[in-house]
């Protein structure tokens, strides 16, 4: 069921018609629905809850690390962690956030690339649950800082699997010319030399092949290699107490069908099941998820306002007072946003490309949709919840967007709009 639907040919987010927030609040805006939220973190757990892993099971349960980067408002982040949902942060600055939502930093993972001291020190303070080390002078630096602080860092090593996403190349992570993780054939060697650092513990394996995928096969097949790799380490002694399979399930922006939730975790968990049985009944193997996209972008929308209609020779445009500065993934990776009219009219339709303010040919949301509009209407750029305001800038002196998130017929202003002196406080002129 889709929260955001037409009630009397306006669209609605959950009982509240889209019209009354932008007046409200203001345009552009972020809208997000807290029952979409629920229903999409929902689907993770009810599936683990059928494959018997609950959080603290004696087979090692399950736990889903939401991703903080796919949309870091503290509302959202209190939703998820209320539902008990532990988070993936790429940044020190993410943990901060996380614990300012109520989250608990000892279901924190932190993943990247290229964590700082400064970064590996805090989440060492919080007693995070895990780093998820990148490369080997990542987990010398961190036997380093976790030494001067008297601590010993859990880890989990991230192994690039080598498995096509075949998903966007921007957004696809597993493949060897990628700069994420260890290179499978590098992985034992590493963990050779983590598991001999004094103030290393290693803990887990983690990979995450890439973002927007639509079919299970690449996941299952980075698992089998995963699990290959489990055995490899337990026979040299090495003990592997999670696995983490990342995030990745893709969401319908068109007229994808990304596999269910539900469907993807019940192939996993029978596969893991099994070899787990076989081959270490008895011990208890975790089981993460670091889901984003799947759990928040089909639970928002960008509200924008249509400023001027430019009918052409060639092309119409819509100039709305959104930008690429609010919603970068259309310049960034040419991605395909839903437009919707808020409130239906009986008018014939044009093709317009709906563009932005900002001073850019990349500056365009969405090319050829058929509308019948006018100017002064609201349209909904669809499925914005994920990697929306998480990207957004302020390119041009835009202040960035204000966010609310709808709970049945209640509006939560939770995040005011930036005005411009916000975006200079922090400057000054030389001299
Ligand atoms: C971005 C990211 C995710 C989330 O990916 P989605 O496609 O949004 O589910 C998970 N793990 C890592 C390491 C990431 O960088």
């Known amino acids: 069921m889709s929260h955001f639907s037409y009630r009397d040919g306006v669209l609605h987010a959950e009982n509240l018609p889209l019209n009354a927030l932008a007046k409200q609040f203001g345009s552009p805006l972020y809208v997000y629905s807290k029952a979409a939220l629920t229903a999409n973190f929902s689907a993770y757990a009810d599936a ?3 494959a018997g892993r609950t959080e603290n099971g004696d087979n090692g349960g399950a736990l889903i690390c939401y991703s903080v980067k796919s949309n870091s408002n503290l509302a959202v982040l209190n939703v998820l962690g209320k539902l008990g949902s532990g988070f993936d942060i790429v940044s020190g600055g ?23 001291r400064d970064e590996m020190r805090l989440a060492l303070q919080h007693d995070i649950l895990c780093f998820n080390v990148e490369s080997i002078p990542e987990v010398h630096r961190l036997n380093e800082v976790a030494g001067e602080a008297g601590k010993r860092a859990r880890i989990s090593l ?8 075949k998903t966007h190349p921007y957004i696809s992570t597993g493949l060897k010319e990628n700069k994420f993780g260890v290179a ?4 034992l060697a590493c963990y050779r030399d983590a598991a001999a650092l004094p103030n290393i513990e290693v803990v887990g394996i983690d990979c995450h092949i890439g973002s927007q995928l639509l079919d ?14 489990i055995d490899q380490l337990e026979s040299e002694g090495i003990a592997i107490h999670h696995l983490d399979i990342g995030g990745g399930i893709g969401i319908t922006y068109d007229d994808e069908q990304p596999v269910p939730v539900g469907d993807y975790l019940g ?30 972008g089909n639970a928002g929308v960008l509200l924008t306002e249509v400023q001027y209609l430019k009918h052409g020779e060639t092309k119409n445009f819509a100039v709305v007072d959104a930008a690429m500065n609010d919603l970068m993934r259309p310049a960034l990776y040419e991605a395909w946003h839903g437009v919707q009219v808020v409130q239906q009219r009986q008018d014939a339709a044009r093709t317009y ?56 017929d209640k509006a939560h202003l939770i995040r005011k709009r930036e005005n411009p002196a916000d975006l200079f406080a922090l400057e000054s002129i030389a001299g």
């Open 48 to 50: 683990c809850k059928k």
């Open 216 to 229: 299970d096969a690449p996941l299952l097949e980075a698992l089998d290699k995963v699990i290959e790799l």
């Open 267 to 296: 192939r996993l968990f029978a596969r893991v099941e099994a070899w787990r049985k076989e081959k270490y009944a008895g011990r208890a193997i975790k089981v993460m998820f670091e889901p984003g996209r799947s759990i928040v």
């Open 158 to 165: 991230r192994v690039n699997p080598n498995v096509d996403a």
């Open 184 to 187: 499978y054939e590098d992985a």
């Open 94 to 116: 993410e943990l901060l956030r996380v614990i300012a939502a109520g989250g608990d930093p000892r279901k924190v993972i932190f993943s990247g690339v290229g964590k700082g």
């Open 353 to 408: 490309d709906v563009v932005g303010p900002v001073c850019e040919s990349g500056d365009w949301l969405a090319h050829s949709r058929e509308l019948a509009i006018e100017p002064g209407d609201l349209l909904a750029l669809m499925s914005a919840g994920a990697y929306g305001m998480t990207m957004a800038s302020n390119y041009n002196t835009r202040g960035r967007a204000a966010e609310v998130l709808v709970d049945g």
